[in-house]
């Protein structure tokens, strides 16, 4: 529930002080370090390295999200899960407010990143302390404002989580920086796979809220324990004012591309749990939980490889156009399929997984499987307009999503409940194509063209494999457990049978990338 996200990290800062120290066009920091070694090749070997590490990573801990979520769909009722859905809205939109991002301003510091270090553990350790004391003063405020008595207890446990976060290990970002995706995997699996475990073991032992903010605050406990067990650092109060502002000046605007990103994404959830109340609101959360948390880790996945990579290739235009053309390519060629999927066999999965009192979930499910699609080839241009030190324009790109968002959602939620809330989302995410596409052409030399070239193929091979399962649909139900599966089979069949013709007879797909192509 909540941003995935995604790792927010660092200072409070108001919006007159951030807008006092960025200046109309943030430039780099300084000019990013070249790697020890700048061969092309190398650097390529290393990111085809990184992807099989991230995405074993990715495919291990979303096994172990599906079967969290699963679980908590079986044991508690809508309102429960819309219950935790406002906890984790509230510390998002905390989170937000104050998010500079840290480690990609570290990130950008080159092989200065270890001269910059204790500034920034100090910036998030400031910064987590106080979202600790802010969280627990608002509580009685956000129970007034929502009505909720049983909020007040979960906010000020969570208020843990952002104190956690911002005592985290700031040189992760210098194995970033080394291309060492070996160890960033490792540091995602020790962690996802502890707040996994104990959400899951916490609702078999006592199924309610509370088994979920268990589950995240042993989570974060253990992400801040592995993060400083995969590189060893000894943190320390460092107060000088000009690193800590150089730092903060480069993440400023991230902070208000974050709240943008915030009320795109949480909008709906806060007019739904307004308008149309916690049982709603608990139905969309499941929905947004196994159509946009899927893709969010494939936005993760990508954003992890393509970061590090423009930082280290900034001055070279012909790469940049490569990996965001790559970056695209990977997004639609799993996103594509997994839309297909929901579209068509959403209901009887939901209902077969979850159970019906989820039916009410589905409608939301195939909308937002769509929009998030959309979004995440979107933002693919994030990474590299942080990379080269440009990060008001993801901020500009990004602030057309809220206002449309916002001039649709209640009129079509009060027309057609969380269904007309998702479509929303949808309109939001298409008025958005015309300015990324025109950002990626001035940046990386990206064409609309180039962009609907790439995403040609996995589309075809995304309407095959619709075609495929309506096929066998005629034979085999899917409204039977045994149908569903065959369904799904027989989409993932040929949808695997054609990226793999395609990898090894045109050298060219995700088979083709793993293989080193």
């Known amino acids: 529930m909540g941003l995935s996200h995604a790792g927010m990290i660092e200072v409070h800062v108001g919006v007159l002080t951030v807008v006092g120290w960025v200046p109309a066009e943030t430039p780099r920091m300084r000019p990013v370090d070249k790697p020890a070694t700048d061969d092309k090749a190398e650097h390529r070997r290393k990111l085809l390295g990184g992807g099989r590490w991230l995405g074993l990573a990715r495919m291990a801990t979303r096994v172990l999200a599906v079967l969290k979520n699963v679980i908590i769909a079986r044991v508690l009722a809508p309102e429960a899960v819309g219950m935790a859905g406002l906890v984790f809205l509230c510390l998002s939109v905390a989170e937000a407010l104050t998010n500079v991002r840290m480690n990609d301003a570290l990130l950008s510091t080159g092989k200065r990143i270890r001269d910059n270090a204790n500034a920034a553990w100090t910036i998030g350790a400031l910064r987590g302390v106080l979202l600790a004391g802010a969280l627990l003063a608002v509580a009685p405020v956000v129970m007034t404002l929502l009505d909720a008595p049983e909020l007040v207890p979960l906010l000020r446990a969570i208020a843990v989580v952002p104190l956690l976060r911002g005592l985290q290990n700031p040189l992760m970002a210098e194995v970033a920086y080394q291309l060492d995706f070996r160890r960033i995997a490792l540091f995602q699996i020790g962690g996802t796979t502890a707040l996994n475990f104990a959400t899951i073991a916490a609702l078999l032992i006592v199924p309610s809220v509370w088994s979920i903010i268990v589950g995240m605050l042993i989570g974060e406990a253990a992400t801040l324990v592995f993060s400083y067990i995969m590189i060893r650092f000894r943190p320390g109060i460092e107060l000088r004012w000009e690193r800590m502002r150089v730092l903060v000046q480069y993440g400023a605007w991230m902070t208000l591309t974050g709240i943008v990103l915030l009320l795109s994404a949480q909008l709906d959830s806060w007019v739904i749990s307004v308008t149309l109340g916690l049982g709603a609101l608990g139905y969309y959360e499941v929905a947004r939980r196994f159509s946009v948390g899927f893709l969010n880790d494939i936005v993760a996945f990508v954003h992890g490889l393509t970061m590090p990579s423009y930082a280290t290739l900034a001055d070279d235009i012909a790469m940049r156009r490569l990996v965001l053309i790559k970056a695209v390519q990977v997004i639609a060629f799993v996103g594509m399929p997994f839309a297909v999927v929901m579209v068509m066999l959403g209901r009887d999965g939901v209902v077969h997984v979850l159970g019906d009192k989820w039916l009410p979930a589905v409608v939301p499910l195939q909308i937002l499987s769509v929009s998030g699609l959309i979004i995440g080839v979107q933002t693919t241009a994030g990474p590299l307009f942080y990379a080269l030190g440009k990060p008001k324009r993801d901020f500009w790109m990004n602030l057309g999503r809220p206002v449309v968002l916002g001039a649709c959602l209640v009129p079509m939620a009060s027309t057609w409940g969380t269904a007309g809330a998702a479509g929303a989302t949808v309109v939001a995410a298409l008025s958005l194509v015309p300015v990324w596409l025109w ?62 013709w395609l990898g090894l007879r045109r050298q060219q797909g995700p088979v083709a990338w793993l293989r080193g192509r």
């Open 439 to 500: 950002q990626i052409r001035d940046l990386a030399s990206v064409t609309a063209g180039s962009v609907l070239r790439a995403l040609a193929i996995p589309a075809l091979f995304s309407a095959a494999t619709a075609g495929s399962i309506a096929a066998v649909g005629t034979w085999v139900s899917a409204e039977t457990f045994v149908g569903l599966v065959a369904n799904c089979a027989v989409g993932a069949a040929t949808y695997g049978a054609l990226v793999t």
